[in-house]
């Protein structure tokens, strides 16, 4: 029998080792991928746990209490009393009304302006520059905070404004009126203000999805006889449907707690017909310093909103996807 033959590296390596004790194997400890990620998002966490999970809870609890006295304020645990009392009260039942028709017409015109002018801007026009220019015309009220916005619309509704002054003078008016202080058109006033400061946020949205709508379909129609009506019904608006919701889910709850243009124009009047639900909020829970009640005024608001979102969504859905 032939002697096996060892190499002469594995013979070095042996003599190398010969006298020493075996290493024990080392673990290198490995931060987890998955970590890296919340570790990246742990800061808007805690923000979003400090201004908006935290208040949440407090209105909550505030909710169930009642608040007796200015200076030395003192608070007793009253369960739904607060509720209950929100169904008698008669202010806030004008204000919800007042609310619902505020929200449903500004959704409902920001909707109607922000689609017109993006189907305007999405066309072919002349020129290049144009178009631009009259885009960033149409963007211009979005660069007004609503204070400011409400304050100049405030001198051109007023009884010696500008736009008194040309109905008048056109004979659609008999005398000049003050529509922000007339009970008929004080809140209708205050939707105009609002739609006109609002919509390109709106206007810009619809017409990135008009952007997104392959123009071979657009083809595609024409080819086969349809008319400029029947394009707009049977290719844009199907190919919108998922951006309309998008876009009025964010109105109905960004409108819904209005206050700053209640409050900088007309303070709830006159005679209560501008009153909305986050003004009166406000009008409880810090003029009257009555917490409790404002807290769950509050959380009405809430409910209802979330009630409203739940069905539109739900219907919405059912609507773009079948």
Sequence with gaps: ????????????????NKGQSPQPARHRW????QATGYVMIAPAIIFLLM????????????SFYEFTGLRDQQ???VGLKNFFTLMDDRIYWISMKNTMIFVLATVVLHALIGLLFALALHQDWPS?????????????PWLFSMAAAGLVWALLLNALGPINYLLVS???????????????TALWGLIVI?????????????????????????????????????????VTLPMMRSILVATTAIDFITTFGVFDLVRTLTNGGPARSTITLGYYTWLVGF??????????????????????????????????YG
């Excluded at 032939?2 to 390596?13: F, G, I």
């Design 194 to 234: 609002n739609v006109w400061k609002s919509y390109p946020f709106y206007m810009i949205m619809l017409l990135g999805g008009l952007q997104t709508i392959p123009p071979d379909l657009y083809a595609a129609a024409k080819v086969d006889g349809a008319d400029r009506w029947q394009r707009f019904a049977f």
């Design 287 to 320: 003029r009257d310093v009555d917490f409790g009640y404002g807290a769950a005024i509050s959380v009405s608001m809430l409910i209802i909103m979330s009630v409203a979102m739940f069905f539109y969504l739900r219907l919405a859905r059912e609507a773009v």
């Design 1 to 16: 029998m032939t002697e096996a033959r060892s190499s002469p590296s594995l013979a070095v390596q042996n003599h190398d």
């Design 170 to 184: 056109a004979g659609i008016l008999e005398r000049a009126m003050d529509f922000l202080g007339d009970k008929d």
């Design 128 to 140: 290049n520059r144009l178009r631009n220019l009259v885009r960033g015309l149409l963007i211009l």
């Design 51 to 62: 201004v908006i999970i935290y208040p949440l809870f407090e209105v909550l609890r505030l």
């Design 75 to 77: 608070s007793s645990f």
């Design 30 to 33: 490995m931060w987890p991928r």
